[in-house]
């Protein structure tokens, strides 16, 4: 069996799409996907599974979704031992203590071709992205009267709609569940 992380875009963001983590378990579990745990609200999805092709596993995931849901749920998929690597990789150790800044990663369903040059600071100066792997885009956004820059709209033009964010401590405790 194959530990794998399951995150889900678009869903209970500003009311929309809203579905509670108990059902969401149950779609998972209805999918023969064992060991189903969720981690608040944005749709982190913990399960094992002996399918080894992620793509297979994706789209049996998105069909089960939207079966159950009415509407179409882009799912990113990683493996724990993937999201393991990338927390001991941590593009962000280099960051100065205490900085007032909130560390995000963009998780994208396929390899990028991005040509962006690193790091790339947003006009406002309030996000840059510091560092790409080949499936992942990390994030800083820094305060600027008080708000934190929005990245998306940049990230999504230049990756690919197909992505997901997610906080770096929200990383950092899936991977501890999927770990426990």
Not at 139 to 156: C, D, F, N
Request: charged fraction near 25%; aromatic fraction near 8%; proline fraction near 3%.
């Amino acid at each position: 069996m194959i530990k794998y992380v399951a995150f889900l875009r678009g869903i209970n963001v500003g009311g929309h799409r809203l579905i509670k983590m108990t059902e969401l378990a149950e779609i998972f579990s209805s999918l023969k996907l064992s060991n189903v745990k969720t981690y608040i609200v944005s749709g982190n999805v913990l399960f094992d599974s002996d399918e080894k092709d992620p793509a297979k596993l994706t789209s049996k995931i998105e069909k089960g979704l939207l079966k159950a849901l009415g509407y179409q749920v882009d799912v990113i998929l990683r493996s724990l031992v993937e999201l393991e690597a990338l927390l001991k990789q941590d593009p962000f150790q280099k960051l100065k203590a205490g900085a007032d800044v909130k560390k995000y990663v963009t998780f994208l369903a396929e390899k990028h071709q991005s040509k962006l040059k690193l790091p790339f600071t947003s006009p406002k100066q309030d996000w840059e992205i510091i560092h790409l792997n080949p499936r992942e885009v990390f994030v800083v956004a820094y305060p600027v009267k008080g708000r934190y820059g929005e990245s998306m709209a940049l990230i999504e033009k230049e990756f690919g709609k197909a992505s997901t964010t997610r906080n770096w401590n929200t990383v950092s405790k899936v991977v501890a569940l999927g770990s426990s």
